[in-house]
Nanobody, 125 residues
Framework: QVQLVESGGGLVQAGGSERLSCAASGRTFSNYVMGWFRQAPGREREFVARISPSGSVTSYADSVKGRFTISRDNAKNAVYLQMNSLKPEDTAVYYC??????????????????WGQGTQVTVSS
């Protein structure tokens, strides 16, 4: 089992920045691909970013590329999402997730076995 707890989020003005953190406990954190997803009201949960177990490979949704940065610190069992130039359409509940390395399809929720409870990010215009 892996337990994930997100922190950060809140209310931010458009154009501002916010940093989300996700603390992991349980099984070896460095074995897992970590992802960030988000879900707005009335919409499906969507991929935001993911990072390989070593941190050497990242990928992003087109909607956040160039504005968001995912990173991890395996010594601290943590993954982060730095969000810059925030837009009202970034408003959502943000979730971190852990998936076994090698399964592929990391832009899909099905690739992840463990999820945090989510943290709300609201961007005002």
């Amino acid at each position: 089992q892996v337990q994930l707890v997100e922190s950060g989020g809140g209310l931010v003005q458009a154009g501002g920045s916010e940093r989300l953190s996700c603390a992991a406990s349980g099984r070896t954190f460095s074995n897992y691909v970590m992802g960030w997803f988000r879900q707005a009201p009335g919409r499906e949960r969507e991929f935001v970013a993911r990072i390989s177990p070593s941190g050497s490979v990242t990928s992003y949704a087109d909607s956040v590329k160039g504005r968001f940065t995912i990173s991890r610190d395996n010594a601290k069992n943590a993954v982060y999402l730095q969000m810059n130039s925030l837009k009202p359409e970034d408003t959502a509940v943000y979730y971190c997730a852990a998936g076994a390395y090698g399964s592929g399809g990391y832009r899909s929720t099905g690739a992840y076995d463990y999820w945090g409870q989510g943290t709300q990010v609201t961007v005002s215009s």
